[in-house]
């Protein structure tokens, strides 16, 4: 008997029939979710819920007793205050080991119905009184973790009633009234010495780490996704592949409109706007092009009940969409150069694995489209556009990237060479694609392409076939950022980014406070903000009621704040304000009439810190190798190997191969994939020179060219 | 034997084969080249000509003989140089009697083929000697109007040549060497007084008429279509109903976001960025909303080679894509009001003749979408997104608009009520939708639709439904302000919106100028353009080489920049710059001295005026009408009716009914077309009192309500 079948015949005792069963693949919990949403026999709405396992503090040789908290994925679930409520000491979040050893279990496959007659005695278990009193369905994995029950809360209720027993009775908790009586002070408390408070928010620190839920080393994926959704970036949409991006990611992205837009209006790019939508017949003109697109391109074929006589595509990038009119609209060596720009949706119909921002199916890009006369113009712009790839990157949101040309392998379809920004994930070891400037040299411009060409003003009775780069930058920008600088408490945000810069937050306000004093923290904050805004500084004072500073400091921390103010009773005294900077939790007090000059060059401190702290790192793991039997090694060692190389295709193809061997079949995401090459880096002086006829490829021995970088990869 | 056949005869007696023939309906020109580029039976490229007929001064008392110029469409034609060259007198535009006399056609059947050895000895015939040595197809009429041939350059030569005569040569001319030509000033000329020069300019002022080619008065889809094209705003594409914005109108509506979203923010608006796509299941579950649009909207089957398992629908609004979500994050009062905004693409698949910025199949827009506890809440927000939108079109576009709320009938589906900006265009006297700002009460939120609510903050045991709005406003803004500002000279740009919004051009330049002059005239151009900008005018110096001065007069006047500075060597020696207003024509000297304050005081006032006279023209076009019988003759009159209205959908049914009688059955851009209800205005007090009970609907004769605008519409 296999465990859904089990378990529903467990249910079909207590006459609960699930509203639905989905069989599905092992996913990860991650992917789970979305596995959900876009099933077809999936119920049109329903919630999930969250499972969580802690061990209370146990005396060494006593057998710990874990706590299991079962709530809503909105549920805001304080360990501390319900371990506090059912007098367990010190909550903490259970180890791996714990999970496995308690219900032979991963934290991936935790849920209600891993609960049984056998294992509930053995462990407290917490049950978020809302979930019996909703009329959601819920979303619950059976043991297997290939299939996923949807039951009334009330049933998944009656369900663990059945298992508890008189010293394992079910804990129901109101969540809500939990909070309110944990953030009410009691009086006694109020008399604490500011040590105690200290301690206070340590333990509510603590909670964050429950809020993030996933380690970064542990399960990067997870725990990207859990960062971008807890910070509020972003929310899982109910077609695959495709993701919302809320305020807090969104403004991200305008402030490099922002910059960008000015750059290249320096340059003389114009911007502009060209249809999304492109005929079959012109999609196919550029065979070698479309090629790499067409396996991934969305067809409209019906608008309203009406067939279409011709499908019709949506843009996977616009080449094909605006040739014909550049060749319209260039007729004369006067028209050039032409320089447009549009920031716009693409969509590329991924079949592999989708992944917020790195890959998805509808993306926000700018793509860039410029026509020379000749090739050294196109040259020259190529460059210039990387460059400001890079200090987007590197300027922006402090990510550093190496600046090279891609191999022929892995240029653009249809193109004449590809620059690219390479960036690195230090905690996966792989490289990942940032932006790419393509030079299309005269492909699309010949004539029996989209033949654009001038009388060449040189010799009136030849044509001059034009020269053409495109170049984009996409979201993918921001989900770099965050595997990069996220850390276990939730995102950290670069200054020159972040919609909020700093946060200012009231502190050390007890029952004792007169409400005088308390008007004077509040307008003391207020007052900072509007100071700090004057200066230019992006400040927000958090005056909400009903929120304790921990509160507070956990939800900005978990949205990435660069620096947050405190300022309590103390402070306003002495005119000081604690400094606290989210990247590196220093802390540090600030004579009030500093502020103006101090915060903003504390903001870029912290801006140049992180990117010296990212650099250090890449740099670190950028190892040069001359052997092949180095190669596999190093990569498995999270590291980006430069080797000297041939430059040869089947080379790559080869070297791909071989350093996948050892790894069993599967996707590309999985850490032993193969190898590509990343770039072939413009700065070759890091490395010693290559020697013509001497240096060898790492790879097959023939003579090497440049130092390339080969790493697994996004 | 019809004309089509006839001419093909004709050909096939020269070798001639037509690439392909096509049929269709006698469009119009505007739409002729769209119909051929949406044909599948047209070739992949191709261009068309234009053919155009003018009249020489002829004595009075003998037979006018007119110049017929046939040449590509991009082909710079100054039918001045062409007179000259063939001793022709004083060249000016053919009337319409002219044509009709001479070829039995109207100027938009005008082509190659209508040319017969009967018309032939009567004309004068100038063949672009470029079409013979192109290797395009050329579109070409029949003379029908319902059928276009695709012929070779070469050949629309062969079949004129067979038509010519001894005394009625062919004439081949070259327009660039043409150009060349008459741009080198002969020694002689540059003699000439000053008053001379002038003339040159005026003449050439007259061919901007010949550029611009359609009267705004005469042909207004025409001429409407043919300013955006020439001053750049706008491409076709082949896609139909969709086009290209072009940096000289996509710049307009980046003024209006910076703008709008400056506002916003203020407001507490936040930017997001929601996936274009929705399921159908979803997109489904608001009946009465999705009732509105399920006829256009275009679905997605495929991907790659796969058929979807279920096709997905391109967003042509977001409410049912972002009220799920709206559903998950509003928990709690404190989570409102939730107000997010997002600038996108949507797509109508509209079925009806489009028009560019007006009807279009995808098209940019900003769509807000807003939570709130509270009706009160709700309705003052509409309003103030409402004069938001106001505002842009007033004060940014100088184009007055009407506020006020919408009928049942016309309201937006699903919505609890809707209020509007109406625009008016007064050439062709109807009214124009400019934009809309909802109150969706609670008819998304309640429990059988999206099911938002949160517990009421007066009385938890009772849940509250939220309030929504949605407001929007689209590219269409940009038509409106070409429609209203445009002229016969082409397009009018208000100052607030122009990414030109001062053009400087150095004049007076002769063969005799010295190039120390030469320079200080340019130098002075420049040196001027950056004064200007340092007060933050949009200024430019068109220092090109080899454009006369007319040319770029025309240019610049074409485009619309609102003003314009000249500088020639007397300009110089006084110290001084000529102004000339777009709008008026206005021309006056400036002490360069005074640039800085005068010119951004200047464009203010173009500014204004643009405004006021906008609004004279709509105020005094609004009629106050109590009778039926003065309904159709106003509205014929191309004036809008505002009447006592008893705010029946019946009544509305059957003004719009009766309204239309006398018209034909044709589509709803018709002149006669049917009156709808454009808005009940706010503002209630330009007109009397309704009394209750006494004053009676104007169509109906029941009890009237408000006084409510009447109108032929868009």
Chains 1, 2 share one sequence.
Not at 316 to 330: D, G, H, L, N, Q
Request: proline letters at 5%.
């Amino acid at each position: 008997m296999t465990s859904v079948e089990s378990i529903t015949q467990s249910l079909a005792g207590l006459s609960i029939q699930p509203a639905a069963v989905i069989t599905h693949d092992a996913t990860s919990a991650a992917n789970w979710r979305e596995t959900l949403q876009t099933s077809s026999s999936a119920p049109q709405s329903f919630e999930t819920l969250k499972t969580m396992v802690y061990k209370p503090k146990t005396a060494k040789t006593a057998t710990p007793i874990p706590l299991v908290i079962i709530a809503r994925e909105n549920t805001e679930v304080n360990s501390t205050a319900v371990g506090k409520k059912l007098n367990l000491k010190e909550v903490r979040v259970a180890s791996e080991d714990l999970l496995s050893e308690f219900f032979a279990l991963d934290k991936n496959s935790l849920s209600p119905l891993m609960l049984t007659a056998e294992t509930y005695p053995k462990v407290v278990t917490v049950f978020d009184a809302s979930i019996a009193s909703s009329s959601s369905l819920f979303a619950v994995r059976a043991r297997s973790s290939t299939s996923t029950l949807f039951l009334q809360g009330k049933d998944i209720l009656a369900y663990l009633r059945t298992l508890q027993t008189q010293d394992a009775p079910l804990q129901e908790i109101d969540f809500e009234a939990l909070k309110a009586e944990s953030e009410a002070v009691p009086a006694s408390q109020t008399k604490a010495a500011p040590a105690k408070k200290e301690r206070e928010d340590a333990k509510i620190d603590g909670a964050v780490q429950i809020a993030i839920g996933i380690k970064k080393e542990v399960d990067f994926a997870g725990w990207y996704t859990n960062v971008l959704i807890k910070a509020d970036m972003l929310d899982y949409y109910n077609v695959s592949g495709c993701y919302i991006l809320r305020p807090w990611s969104y403004s991200i992205w305008e402030v490099i409109q922002d910059w960008f837009n000015a750059r290249i209006r320096e340059m003389g790019v114009q911007n502009a706007y060209f249809p999304m939508f492109v005929s079959s017949r012109v999609l196919e003109r550029e065979k070698d092009h479309i090629e790499g697109f067409s396996p991934e391109v969305a067809w409209v074929t019906r608008a309203g009940q009406s067939e279409l006589d011709e499908p019709i595509a949506i843009r996977p990038t616009s080449e094909t969409v605006m040739y014909p009119y550049y060749a319209k609209w260039i007729k004369s060596h006067r028209d050039l150069p032409l320089k447009l720009n549009q920031w716009n949706n693409v969509v590329r119909w991924e079949f592999k694995n989708p992944q917020p921002f790195l890959r998805t199916r509808e993306f926000l890009w700018q793509e860039g489209h410029t026509a020379f006369l000749t090739k050294e113009e196109a040259d020259k712009e190529v460059r210039e556009i990387l460059d400001l790839y890079r200090q987007v990157y590197e300027d922006l949101l402090a990510v550093p990237v190496i600046q090279g040309v891609k191999s022929e392998k892995e240029k653009f379809a249809g193109g004449l060479y590809t620059t690219t920004v390479e960036g690195f994930v230090p905690t996966t070891g792989r490289g990942i694609q940032a932006g790419t400037s393509h030079c299309l040299g005269q492909n699309f411009s010949r004539p029996e392409m989209f033949n654009i060409f001038v009388e060449d003003p040189n010799d009136t009775t030849k044509k001059a076939y034009i020269w053409q780069n495109s170049w984009g930058l996409s979201t993918r920008t921001i989900g770099v950022m965050v595997m990069i600088h996220g850390d276990n408490q939730g995102l950290v945000l670069p200054p020159r980014v972040a919609s909020i810069q700093v946060v200012i937050v009231p502190c050390g306000v007890t029952a004792k406070t007169s409400d005088e004093q308390r008007k004077a923290i509040s307008d003391k904050c207020d007052e900072l903000a509007n100071v700090l805004k004057s200066v230019g500084v992006k400040a927000k004072a958090d005056l909400r009621e009903g929120y304790t500073p921990g509160f507070k400091f956990n939800d900005w921390e978990q949205k990435g704040v660069p620096l947050r103010l405190e300022i309590g009773p103390a402070d306003l005294a002495k005119n000081q304000t604690l400094t606290v900077r989210r990247d590196t939790g220093i802390k540090a007090p600030l004579p009030l009439a500093d502020v103006t000059t101090a915060v903003p060059k504390l903001l870029d401190t912290i801006q140049a810190d992180m990117f010296k702290r990212a650099q250090d790192t890449y740099f670190s793991r950028l190892k040069q190798v001359t052997r092949w039997e180095d190669v596999v090694p190093t990569l498995d060692d999270k590291c980006v190997v430069v080797m000297p190389w041939c430059e040869e295709e089947a080379c790559e193809d080869d070297i791909k191969e071989r350093s996948a061997r050892s790894a069993e079949p599967q996707d590309e995401r999985a850490p032993s994939a193969g190898a590509k090459s990343l770039c072939i880096p413009f700065d070759q002086s890091r490395w010693p020179s290559i020697e013509p006829g001497k240096t060898k490829c790492a790879a097959c021995g023939k003579d090497a060219k440049r130092w390339t970088m080969f790493g697994r990869s996004y």
